[in-house]
């Protein structure tokens, strides 16, 4: 397992810990903010509907199908645990912080 702040590796599969800004004017990636990737989605806090778009939002940037996106844990919370099966590629962010 390789560690760096917000994401951890277990073999191919990639762990975030992600710091959820609801209800933004876009979508985007911020950075590291604490031991968290800070993102922010245009979908409000209601419903299951931040954590869906969320996965989609992810699932979009690391080039895989939503199915391989996982929730480990905070789904009712702005701190999440996310899975990320294979990702078919890394954002700037994720690539140049590994070794």
Known sequence: MSRSGF????????ELNVRVQPKASRDEIIGPLDNNLKVRITAPPMEGKANAHLIRFL????????????????EKGRSKLLRIEA?????????????
């Open 59 to 74: 699932a979009k940037i690391f080039g895989v199908p939503r199915g391989r996106v996982t929730l480990i844990s905070g």
């Open 7 to 14: 994401y951890h590796w277990h073999g191919d599969a990639l």
């Open 87 to 99: 990702p078919g590629r890394l954002p700037e962010i994720i690539s140049k912080n590994q070794n």
